[in-house]
């Protein structure tokens, strides 16, 4: 009997799950922009609600059969309100793209100016110029400004910012919004430093805390909404803890835009699923959120320090490093970002290429930059600390300075990493953090 072609690629899915859960097991992931949910999180992932729609706001539904839907979903916006002190929140956005064109469709038009960080300088793509397929102008049609960047401060330039809106209103290109966060995101944004400035001249400010959520929610980065921003936007899996989604929080004012920009302008099925997830998430980080933020900064500036310490050219010397869970570094005495990233991968450490401040300048693109980015989120909820921090900088000045075989450091990092397969603060881990759960 002929094996069925489909049933060999229904089998090679699963196996291809399988092995992928195993590498994990088996690695260091130092994405910045990735964490691992808790198994409560999962569970809440693989629950009904994912085969489900939900369509319009809680209560006001356009589908019947939305009884407990609405229930978790009030509760999650609860919870979300609660946990970043916002009067609104609107927990639909499947992604913190989607969250940031919320925005932009709530209060700006195509044609409009927005001002936001480069992407050398931090911004993300959702930030980006229709020339670089950014979002914000390829989707919306915005046209977009770049903040004046400080390469040795890693920050926005306050006074040339000032200036430069200045000169755009004489050239009647005065920005409709504001965009603070971004992607590469060492230090707080000058958010308290230009609200006033900004508000006088009525540029709506949002806030895109996509990478640094949960470290606002422990109360140990900045608080955008007390410092100026009108909203705020993010994504729900980077150093906040939960699934992949958006959120978008605001005050009562915002409700009515943005939830109309939510649906039905943005999203029709709102990934009930994730929406469940995210409001398990948001109650473990009200529950554990302060602790895993202290200690995620812990281990960035030690890592940092660590890295420095052994010959990398770690961003941001001038002010510690890093306040965030992020590092970059200059790789460029080495080899370019992307050939770092792809080393260190056959050592299973997992981390991305960066651009960095002068890369475009020098010619330089994302698949060749000047730099890597690392992140200690996922990390840090494994349970590791600072001494683990300093191990794992030896490991790459191996690779990387020192030039040794990365198939000769594998088995050593597979060895050590077998310490820490459990999920760390949250309610329940039973289940491994990597754990393939089968239910065929």
């Not at 649906?263 to 554990?288: Q, R, Y």
């Not at 050939?339 to 050592?347: R, S």
């Not at 310490?419 to 754990?435: I, P, S």
């Amino acid at each position: 009997m002929v094996k069925s072609q489909n049933k060999e690629s229904y089998n090679k899915i699963f196996t291809k799950l399988k092995e992928h859960h195993k590498w994990f097991e088996n690695s260091i992931p130092l994405i910045a922009s990735e964490n691992i949910p808790s198994p409560a999180v999962r569970e809440a992932i693989v629950s009904d609600f994912g085969n489900r729609y939900a369509e319009g706001w809680p209560g006001e539904r356009v589908y019947a059969g939305c009884i407990y839907i609405d229930e978790v979903e009030f509760e999650c916006m609860k919870l979300a309100k609660k946990l970043y002190k916002a009067k609104f929140a609107d927990v639909r956005p499947i992604s913190g793209v989607i969250a940031n064109l919320a925005v932009y469709s709530a209060y700006s038009n195509p044609g409009d100016v927005m001002i936001a960080p480069s992407i050398p300088a931090g911004g993300h793509i959702s930030h980006g110029k229709k020339e670089h397929s950014g979002t914000a102008g390829l989707v919306h049609g915005l046209e977009i400004e770049f903040y004046p960047f400080n390469a040795e401060e890693m920050t926005i330039d306050v006074d040339k910012t000032k200036e430069k809106v200045k000169e755009l209103e004489k050239n009647n290109r005065l920005p409709k919004m504001a965009m603070f966060g971004g992607s590469l995101f060492l230090f707080p944004h000058p958010v308290k430093e230009l609200s006033d400035f900004l508000k006088s001249y009525d540029i709506h400010i949002n806030y895109d805390a996509a990478h640094v959520a949960g470290l606002i929610a422990g109360g140990k980065f900045q608080d955008p909404l007390r410092e100026g921003a009108d909203t705020m936007t993010m994504s729900t899996h980077k150093t906040l803890f939960g699934p992949q989604g958006g959120l978008v929080l605001g005050s009562e004012e915002h409700a009515e835009p943005i939830k109309k920009a939510t649906f039905p302008g943005l999203t029709s099925s709102h990934h009930i699923n994730n929406m469940a997830g995210k409001a398990v998430a948001f109650a473990e980080a009200l529950e554990f959120g302060k602790d895993y933020a202290t200690q995620v900064i812990k281990n960035a500036k030690v890592f940092a320090v660590a890295l420095s310490d052994a010959g990398f050219k770690v961003l941001g010397e001038s002010r510690g490093f890093t306040q965030s869970h992020q590092i970059a570094v200059n790789v460029l005495d080495y080899f370019d970002g992307g050939k770092v990233e792809a080393e260190l991968e056959k050592a299973n450490i997992i981390v991305n290429r960066q651009l960095i401040p002068g890369d475009i300048k020098a010619g330089r693109n994302y698949f060749h930059p000047g730099g890597i980015r690392l992140g200690v989120s996922e990390i840090t909820r494994l349970g590791m600390k600072e001494n683990e921090m300093q191990e794992i900088a030896t490991f790459m000045k191996q690779i990387i300075i020192e030039k040794k075989d990365p198939k000769k450091i594998l088995p050593k990092v597979k060895s050590w990493r077998k310490e820490y397969q459990k999920v760390h603060y949250c309610f329940d881990n039973k289940l491994g953090a990597y754990e393939y759960v089968k239910l065929r």
